[in-house]
């Protein structure tokens, strides 16, 4: 079954705003990372927080997780053009062999 | 010095056939997995090695089978390729620590269309 559900699918934001992605998830989580993927290439790992944390910044991002709602969100902040990709949750439950779980991704455009 | 390179990037075949994606990765990493993206972005795992050991495969039909010489390479062969096969796919590796966390460096991506 599908871990991360994320909203909303699609953002269409100005340079410079802020943008918003909030994931969801079903399951306990040893920890939970969000990737980006820019159209035509792979994922790149963006941030990981752990399930102990509540909020992590890196650069002009913004993750913070709720364990209690399991819910994870990213903020990212003065948004620029090449900030133009999708966005995917992932969920690590953290045993032996486990795997990433990813969402449904959320597509973000920022309009120059 | 690309990190996880896969071959070829682009793969366009016929219905029946059987092909193979290649992935080498150069991190020293001990995982490797393949995951299958579809047209609607959904990233779904498919297979996970350890060390040349198979730990994750998950409810994929046994004409993919996949095969890891040894713990840089992991490579996907796919036999009697149906229509429903056309997606991207994609090799990715992580160093499972004691840490737990399991960080993923992914690929460029196989986009296979089968006709």
């Known amino acids: 079954s599908q871990q991360g559900e994320e909203d909303p699918q699609a953002l269409s934001i100005q340079e410079g705003e802020n943008a918003t992605m909030n994931c969801s998830y079903k399951?306990?989580?040893?920890?939970l990372q969000w990737y980006r993927q820019n159209s035509g290439r792979g994922l790149v790992h963006l941030i990981l927080?752990?399930?102990?944390?509540r909020e992590k910044h890196s650069g002009r991002l913004r993750v913070t997780l709720d364990t209690s709602k399991k819910s994870s969100s990213l903020l990212i902040t003065a948004s620029r053009a090449a900030d133009t990709a999708s966005y995917f949750c992932?969920?690590?439950?953290?045993?032996?062999?486990?795997?990433?779980?990813f969402g449904e991704g959320t597509q973000l455009t920022v309009n120059p | 010095d690309t990190a996880v390179s896969q071959t070829p990037k682009y793969l366009v075949t016929q219905m029946g056939n059987d092909k193979s994606i290649k992935c080498e990765q150069n991190?020293?990493?001990?995982?490797m997995y393949w995951y299958k993206q579809d047209s609607k972005k959904f990233l779904k795992i498919m297979f996970s090695?350890?060390?040349?050991?198979?730990?994750i495969n998950e409810t994929v039909p046994n004409r993919f089978s996949p095969k890891s010489p040894d713990k840089a390479h992991l490579n996907l062969h796919i036999n009697s390729l149906e229509l429903g096969d056309s997606a991207v796919y994609f090799c990715?590796?992580?160093?499972?620590?004691?840490?737990?966390?399991?960080?993923?460096?992914f690929g460029a991506g196989s986009r296979l269309t089968v006709l």
């Open positions: 992932a969920t690590d439950a953290g045993t032996s062999g486990s795997r990433l779980t």
């Open positions: 090695y350890n060390n040349k050991e198979l730990i």
């Open positions: 399951t306990s989580i040893n920890n």
């Open positions: 990715a590796s992580s160093h499972s620590g004691i840490s737990g966390a399991n960080v993923l460096t």
């Open positions: 991190l020293g990493h001990d995982t």
């Open positions: 927080i752990r399930s102990n944390e």
